[in-house]
């Protein structure tokens, strides 16, 4: 059976045109799916013989709420959905004064090997499919009841090793007959993959470009991202470059601060250096602790802070927000399976 909300507007109404039906019928079947029906049988504008028709040739994916957990201190909501294979994957809200905001996976897993990541602890299972990504934006907001305005695309796995699914989803996402929310509302996240970061580049689509930097020294980076190994700072700088004159769209850098590891003086300062040239803005984010992992948090949040702002760089010190409710990504997956180990093995 065909994934029918993988399917663009255009593709739907050919589709259904090869079926006998008229040209606006590929509309009416989007909007609905767009709206979260999952069923055939609720398209009340459909003949019910073309209802069935459908329900024979395709099939409409839903995900099951597996765990939802709100936190107490600001409302964030973390989902973990299940999927129609029984595997398992993380969006969270988050709500702001200027909107609300998912943050959805790309993939079940990852196989980036961050060394301070829970997303990547057991690697990749498979890649998400475009229906499943929307489905995480449709019902997340179905479910909250919170219209959600912005996306990112910062939950489990590497969107860049997704891409062709990815951008079809951002396809359908922006469509005005669907959520038709604006690229400007919508920020991708990668580690630093380069063909990747040029691909959308070409492409010039007007989303926000997040690089999981965490290190402008390619000694440091390696330790922790063995992303590192195959494109190191210095290329993936010059991608960053030639995005900025590309697009003309600033770059956010992603930089988790480790005690110790990336935190000094004189690595703020070759952050500086290599940001030159561009309107780059560094997001520092309070390392969240990741129970596997024996990074700890930085102290020196403040003073790295100061010191590229000193050089002219933009820098904020991300927010926190559900802090007691594994809302990093991979964490609520990772208990999850942790416990069900745990209960598998205790039967035994
Ligand atoms: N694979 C993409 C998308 C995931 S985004 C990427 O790497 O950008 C998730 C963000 O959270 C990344 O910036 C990642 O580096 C960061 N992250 C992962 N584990 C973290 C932790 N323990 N503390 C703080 N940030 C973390």
């Not at 996240?189 to 380069?194: L, M």
Request: proline fraction near 3%; charged fraction near 25%.
């Amino acid at each position: 059976m065909k994934d029918i909300k993988s399917m663009t507007l255009n593709e739907l109404t050919e589709d259904l045109k090869t079926l006998g039906e008229a040209s606006f019928r590929g509309a009416q079947v989007y909007s609905w799916l767009h709206r979260g029906v999952t069923d055939f049988g609720q398209m009340s504008n459909l003949s019910k013989p073309l209802r069935r028709k459908l329900a024979e040739r395709y099939e409409i994916t839903a995900p099951k709420v597996a765990r939802k957990q709100v936190s107490r201190l600001d409302g964030t909501i973390k989902y973990l959905w299940e999927l129609g294979d029984g595997n398992c994957i993380e969006s969270v809200l988050m709500s702001y004064r200027h909107g609300n905001t998912v943050c959805i996976s790309t993939q079940v897993g990852c196989r980036m090997g961050c060394k301070f990541c829970a997303s990547t602890v057991a690697g990749r299972v498979r890649d998400l499919v475009p229906s499943e990504m929307l489905d995480q934006v449709l019902f997340t907001q179905l479910d909250s009841g919170r219209e959600i305005s912005n996306i990112v695309l910062m939950g489990i796995g590497e969107p860049t090793d997704n891409l062709d699914n990815v951008l079809r989803f951002l396809d359908l996402v922006n469509s005005p007959e669907g959520l038709n929310i604006g690229m400007r509302h919508i920020s991708l996240s990668t580690c630093g993959v380069v063909p990747g970061i040029d691909r959308l580049a070409e492409l010039g689509l007007q989303l926000t470009l997040s690089v999981s930097l965490h290190a402008p020294d390619s000694e440091t980076r390696s330790r922790i991202m063995p992303v590192n190994n195959a494109y190191d700072v210095e290329e993936l700088f010059d991608a960053c470059h030639r995005y900025f004159r590309r697009t003309g769209r600033r770059i956010s850098f992603e930089y988790a601060m480790i005690d110790g590891v990336n935190d000094s003086d004189a690595q703020a300062d070759l952050l500086a250096r290599r940001i030159k040239g561009m309107p780059g803005h560094v997001n520092l984010i309070p390392l969240n602790d990741v129970v596997e992992s024996a990074f700890k948090p930085s102290r020196r949040i403040a003073a790295f802070q100061n010191r590229l702002e000193s050089h002219g760089v933009t820098a904020t010190v991300r927010r926190s927000l559900g802090g007691d409710i594994d809302a990093s990504c991979g964490q609520l997956r990772r208990k999850a399976q942790e416990e069900a180990n745990r209960e598998r093995g205790e039967q035994a």
